[in-house]
């Protein structure tokens, strides 16, 4: 499970932020908290809120970008290629800094990437035993003009570790010579919708991708289909049928196969299928909303969702964030990572899960977990004190 993350000079941030899952003892014990092997209390839902141009995408980007750093670097980083990472642009000459804290096998893990777009200045993993040692680091010397690769148990050949490519990270790059460590960490189990640009706004794309990965997985497929017939969606089923669709007009014999999903409803005693794409935006963003959610839940992995709330009745919010709270829907303690412009999330997250976004004249921007904040009590409404001004992080119109 994840129990933070922290960011420096990334994006809007120019100074450093912190996203800390982890519960103190005096918060009760709720659905919504896991106790981990290694101790700790760590919540599997946080949501950021805030106004428009914050930097609440910005905030949710450093998981994403690690997941990519992780598991798609050596495929995808060309030799040459820019690392996708961004300085704050008031700070381009410094490094962007990014770190994570996180158990798995029973053990707790933090990761520690120094970078620029042109080459990874410093990467180190650290295991806890008594305290933190490193596993590897990693660190380029100006000197010499490569990297110096420290290693402790990791594995990896030392004459490969320093061949690793500047826009690379040393996991991918394990992980491609059977390094098990490696692999075990490059696994995918991070699932978002946010890029290098931003939220992903697919369309009807993303309701193809979504449709072919569900007919990969016959478990998240029923699990889809039953949690979209109960929504009150008007459906009484889900159908996905294989095609065949000409992508290129200018090359008509030039044919591929797409998976297309199909609506079924009922109505006078009949029943009827509509292709997905005509049914409403609802029905579509909550058909690839779960495409990411359900293999998040189904590994215990991480989600992460900017605006997850899109074309959706705040209704929906409660059911939805409820996969994550629920033993049945969530055995394995999958998280969640969010934001979201509908606030009525504030009336079913505690104020330990609610992170406040906002930016300050010097388009700088800052995050502050809610019940850090002075005075805010655990039994008023958050979300009536929240539009009312008294949190901050919202518009000034």
Known sequence: MLHSYAATNFQSFRERVDVDLLVNQRAPDTDWIASCATGQRVSKVAGAIGANGSGKTALLKPMAFLSWFFTSSFQQAQVGSAIPVQPHFANVSEP???????????????YVL?????????????????????V??????EAKGSYVVRQQDFGLDPGKAVEARPNVSLISWAAQYGVPLALKIAAPNIYSNVGVSGRVNTGDLGVLEAAKGFQANAVQRAEMERLLCGWDLGLSGVEIREAEVTPNPLAPDQKEKVWVPFGRHKSRGQEYTLQLFLESNGTKSAFSLLSALLPALSVGGLAVIDEFESDL???????????FASQRTNPRNAQLLFTSHAMEVLNVLDKHQVILVEKDADCESSAIRLDEVAGV???????AKYMAGAFGAVPDL
Do not use: N
């Open 313 to 323: 009745h705040p209704h929906m919010l409660d059911a939805i964030l409820g996969l």
């Open 114 to 134: 120094r970078c620029t777009p042109q080459r990874v200045l410093h990467e180190a993993l650290y295991r806890k035993h008594d305290r933190f040692r490193y």
């Open 136 to 141: 590897f680091a990693r660190d380029w010397s």
């Open 96 to 110: 962007v800094e990014i770190e994570c804290t996180a158990d798995f096998d029973g053990q707790l893990w933090r």
């Open 377 to 383: 009590r655990s039994d008023v409404s958050l979300y």
